[in-house]
């Protein structure tokens, strides 16, 4: 069983080339895998709610189908969780 298409392992760390939705929050806090320690590794909280205040200030008659927000490199990285 190798590593599947479209993710690299490097060393603790996984780079995945596929969706996903890593916001840099407390919600890793107790898991044993969390964003890259780098900005560009998960989507700041921040970044979230700016998406949803500009999309409650469109004109009325807009449709908003999807909004989609992903960090730049999507890196996780393994290990205890945080505090351990």
Same mark, same amino acid.
């Given at each position: 069983m190798g590593i599947p298409q479209g993710l690299t392992l490097k060393k603790t760390e996984i780079v995945r080339n596929g969706p996903s939705q890593l916001v840099r929050t407390g919600f890793f806090d107790r898991l044993a895998f969390r964003p890259g320690?780098?900005?560009?590794?998960? /989507?700041? !909280?921040?970044? %979230?709610? =700016?998406?949803?205040?500009?999309?409650?200030? /469109?004109? !009325?008659?807009? %449709?908003? =189908?999807?909004?989609?927000?992903?960090?730049?490199?999507?890196?996780?990285?393994?290990?205890?969780?945080?505090?351990?």
């Open positions: 320690e780098a900005p560009e590794n998960a /989507i700041a !909280p921040d970044a %979230v709610a =700016d998406a949803v205040i500009a999309m409650l200030n /469109i004109p !009325p008659g807009t %449709v908003v =189908d999807e909004i989609n927000l992903s960090p730049l490199k999507k890196v996780i990285r393994f290990g205890p969780p945080a505090g351990t």
